[in-house]
């Protein structure tokens, strides 16, 4: 009987079972780092999808990208851009329904499980920041860095010389008690006593400070815009919601940018010189710097405030012109001489003073309302008003000469270099809601609901039961 050995045979299948053991752990090696590379491409494909579902109408009218994380609806939360990532990731993980690759076997059989969206940046941010920052960038690429020394000079100016503190005003109160506290009681002939009345030419003009009429007086071409909104649907107003923001160190601006930044509020608003149509409020840096909720009182505020300026400005320049003081002496002289209580000479004066620094500034501010312009500081050839004529507050008619100082616009800028930040932010981010709001399916947008950036953790399964579990950042920050 013939016998053969075995050893051979038992030996390969010692090997071939562990070359095979080896072979299929590799093999399930590759399927789960493929597993988790497919996650990590699909899950990059989802995050870049989600921003490109930015705001047509906010980029398109204010070149900022947002994310509404509510997509037309009252939903402020992640739960629709959660489910909008989901969509994407299942859309690409499922190769077998698509038309064109139906011959192509997925191995993987991937699932998105679970996303969830642990932080966002959100434009209401760090008191509006992120919508800063946006528009900052938009503006370098726009332009770059601008010089902003001259109009930092402006605005350093009008903080030196505290030509918004209002001193002005109680300067003149000051002045008015100091002549109401004058004794100018005589004894006539018959011994009986009755008080002179001090006839102070510049009461005229100083009665109708702060009067509707000189809103009047100033707005002479056209008409006041009537428009009126309810403040209390608009972010500034409203109880809001603030995200996370996790980007606090990328959204900083400089102060150079912050000129930038106020460039681009000036661009992209309307106000009572150059009106923006279609806009809910038609005067919308008047609204930016009063924050009232008409036009009508958002000019007054902002024509109140230019008097302001105007009127410390052109006294600082009464004060220095000798000629001036001469003319304003010589008519307090005479309001002495008829009363005849000489210690009214200096007071009265003053009053005469104060009252042509303000007339000049109603017919200043009437120039730039007018489209002229209007320099920071006065000089002889630049005064416009007599005395006679701001005393009885008559505004030149000459406004084709006032061509040189600095527009209506930019005295605007200079007011606005000195508002509260926080509140100059979500008086703009009320106006993008206003105008937003116009375009047809964005009736509920809100710019709480608007997003700039956000992370996920995204966790998906595979068929073989391999679980993968990544966290990803993304944002339209360069």
Known sequence: MKTFKGGITVFLSLVLAVLLGLLFTVIEAARDNGADFQTECVADMALQSALAEYHREVLEQYDLFFVDIGYGTEEGGYILLEEHLKEY??????????????????????????????????AADLDGSVMEREAVDYMLDRYGLLDGSVIQTIFQTVEDEGFLENSMEEKRLANERAIDDVDTTVEDEDGKKHKIPVN???????????????????????????QEVNLQEYISHRNYIERDGFLQGETRISGVEDLLFQKYLMEKCGCYSERKENSYLTYQMEYL??????DLENLRYVVNRLLVLREAANF??????????????????????????????????????????????????????????VPLLKSSESWRLSLENALRLRVDDGM???????????????????????????????LIEMDIRQTEGNETFCMDHCIHGFRATIMTHSDNGHDCMIKRTVSYLK
Request: hydrophobic share 40%; glycine share 8%; proline share 1%.
């Open 316 to 373: 600082l320049y009464l004060l220095s012109d000798s000629k001036k003081q001469a003319e304003a002496e010589t008519l307090a002289m005479t309001v002495a001489a008829v009363t005849l209580f000489p210690e009214l000479k200096d007071l009265v004066k003053l009053s005469i003073l104060i009252g042509w620094a303000y007339g000049e500034s109603v017919n200043d501010v009437t120039i730039l309302l007018e489209g002229g312009k």
């Open 200 to 226: 102070n030419p510049a009461d005229a003009v100083n009665s109708r400070r702060g009067s509707l009429g000189i809103l009047k007086t100033v707005t002479r071409k056209e008409g006041i815009s009537d």
């Open 400 to 430: 084709e000469q006032s061509g040189e100082g600095l527009s209506y616009q930019e005295y605007l800028h200079a007011l606005l270099s000195v508002m509260d930040r926080k509140i100059r932010n979500f008086r703009f981010m009320d």
């Open 89 to 122: 990731m299942q859309k690409n993980f499922c190769v077998e329904d698509d038309l064109y690759i139906r011959s192509v076997k997925d191995l993987l059989r991937l699932t998105a499980d679970t996303i969830v969206v642990t932080e966002a940046s959100g």
């Open 289 to 294: 710097l009063a924050g009232k909720n008409s």
